[in-house]
């Protein structure tokens, strides 16, 4: 019991699969996702602090390191379903949090809970290092729809996520979006593709909007 459950849980995130039940050429667990979205999101405060932004790297890792926990109890809900509308989203979230409440509650030691509900909480806000956490768990999105189109995978499912997450992406207020819009964007999509997807059109008109 204790802290020993939670790291016991740890292993269940590694067979946790994203975007279930539509082919992918290549399989993606939450837990690998976690890891991803914490790399993305230093440097993307580096960027950040680049340009003269004070960021909390304490909070930044530990609401990047640990803002998927909550899909231990639910899964990974398909993402059409995820987002129909504000009012699922929320009820959604709702049941997340109260399980991982109840998870802390039950198996936690009493002096370690103030610790665990400030780390395992919502990370999304505004504050500067919630944003970066947005930005980050989007450009995940982002490079996992591409890799799969750009291998031809045609679902229409991953179109809709690469171009849904770069609408996210453009429209939150850091200096390390418009680096990304700048910079890396261009690269990813100049790479070379034998896909019968025009990846090119897909982003400019998601950034467009």
Partial sequence: MGIHTYF???NEMERIYRCPGKFKFEEHTVAAHSWKVVQYAK???DIEEMHGTPVN???LYEITSSHDYGEIFIGDIKTPVKHSSMELRS???QVEEGMVHHFINEHIPEEFRPIFFNQLRE???QSVEGLILEVADKLDQVYEAFAEMQRGNTEKEFVKMYREALVKIKNIPLA???YFLSHILPDMVNEESLSPIDI???TEEALSQ
Wanted: glycine share 4%; proline share 0%.
């Fill in 8 to 10: 016991r849980s740890l």
């Fill in 200 to 202: 090119r059109r897909i």
């Fill in 123 to 125: 990370g999304k806000d």
């Fill in 57 to 59: 790297w304490k909070k």
């Fill in 176 to 178: 390390c979006v418009e």
């Fill in 91 to 93: 009820l959604i979230q």
């Fill in 43 to 45: 440097t993307l405060a």
